[in-house]
């Protein structure tokens, strides 16, 4: 079976496919201190809560933080002898194109929402990735990641503003009830919901009218859909984006790939 990794610079998602299906999924925090010792405690740890019987054969990661990517790879050698795919690395096949700068370094949590969007709708897509970072990735009709925006996550925004200034609290985004804050969590709230909301539409509006047809926004990520329920922003919502692209990728390698060279 496949475990896919998908480290985020907030989050890391853990996922085991036994083929036809994602059987469990769990979460922890990203903290490049983690040892390979001590993902595999707490994956174990978690299989046998849910009787999940898996024997771990492949590994796949998509970390958008380097330096965590070591004791995953020591993880895979010790506990499934193997070796994982690493998104980004040039032994790690694309199914799709990258058409960027030269010496321009993808985001592989991009690469994969490409690859993922891609075989669900497509080319012409613009995918919106809510995360640390919200990125904007754009889709090409043959399947191309060809480009995108970055802008500072939701999260990011609320809380630079109660690092910058004193009298600002931390606060949580939450849809506020109208846009004129009568409160100062209401008017942080209001201005991170509504600017984003603002932002999203205005990007996705320019990237349409400069890529010149007719393109579908698919948003992932765990606020997308708070901001789908206000204003219909996105043509459609994906949860499991991430580790539907990094099944594929893996999948496209063992048939293409130069795997199991260990
Ligand atoms: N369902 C959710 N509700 C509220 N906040 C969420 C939810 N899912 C993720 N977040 C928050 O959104 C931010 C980005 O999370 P995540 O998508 O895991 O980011 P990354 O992929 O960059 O690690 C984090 O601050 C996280 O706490
Ligand atoms: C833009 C990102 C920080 C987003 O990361 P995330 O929010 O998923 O943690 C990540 O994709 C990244 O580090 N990209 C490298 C630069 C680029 O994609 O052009
Ligand atoms: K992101």
């Not at 949580?172 to 009830?177: A, L, V």
Request: overall charge negative; charged content about 20%.
């Amino acid at each position: 079976m496949l475990l896919a990794v998908d480290c985020g610079n907030t989050n890391t998602v853990f996922s085991i496919w036994d083929g036809e299906r994602f059987v469990g999924t769990w979460r922890t925090a990203t903290d490049w201190k983690r040892t390979a010792d001590q993902y595999f405690v707490w994956l174990n740890t978690l299989m046998r809560l849910q009787e999940i019987e898996a024997e771990i054969t492949d590994m796949i990661v998509s970390s958008t933080v380097p330096r965590v990517v070591f004791n995953l790879r020591v993880l895979a050698d010790r506990y499934f002898n193997t070796r994982p795919l690493v998104v980004g690395k040039s032994d790690c096949l694309l199914p799709v194109d990258v058409r960027v700068d030269e010496g321009t370094g993808v985001g592989p949590d991009r690469l994969v929402n490409t690859v993922a969007g891609f075989d669900h709708y497509g080319g012409n897509l613009i995918m919106v990735d809510f995360g640390t970072a919200t990125t904007f990735d754009v889709v090409a009709e043959d399947g191309a990641y060809i480009g995108g925006v970055i802008a500072p996550g939701v999260n990011l925004s609320l809380e630079a503003l109660h690092q910058a200034a004193a009298a600002l609290p931390h606060v949580d985004i939450s849809k506020p009830q109208s846009v004129i804050g009568t409160n100062t969590v209401a008017c942080m709230q209001s201005g991170v919901f509504w600017g984003y909301v603002g932002l999203v539409r205005e990007i996705c509006t320019r990237i349409k009218a400069e890529h010149g047809v007719p393109m579908k926004i698919i948003s992932t990520g765990g606020l997308a859909p708070l901001f789908q329920q206000s204003a219909q922003l996105f043509d459609a919502f994906e949860d499991d984006l991430t580790m539907h692209g990094l099944q594929i990728i893996h999948k496209y390698n063992k048939e293409n790939g130069l795997q199991d060279e260990h």
